[in-house]
């Protein structure tokens, strides 16, 4: 059997941040989150998921909390 899987987590990170005075917050922590400043690993996983793609018969799983 050959299969293909997707995982999915959410993981929940806690962060206390100083945002510059003028500037909006959500504005503030995207940028910072995408230049690698705010980092959720190892993080805490509260949630994952898994489907299951059988590559023989071309069949899924529902979506399996695990």
């Known amino acids: 059997m050959k299969i293909e899987v997707n995982i999915e987590e959410m993981v929940v990170g806690k962060f206390e ?10 504005d503030f922590i995207r940028d910072e989150y995408y230049k690698g400043k705010i980092v959720l690993e190892p993080g805490e996983c509260q949630f994952r998921q ?6 023989t018969d071309d069949s899924w799983t529902e979506w399996i909390e695990f």
């Open 17 to 26: 941040l100083d945002i510059p005075e003028g500037v909006e917050p959500y």
């Open 50 to 55: 898994m489907e299951i793609h059988d590559l």
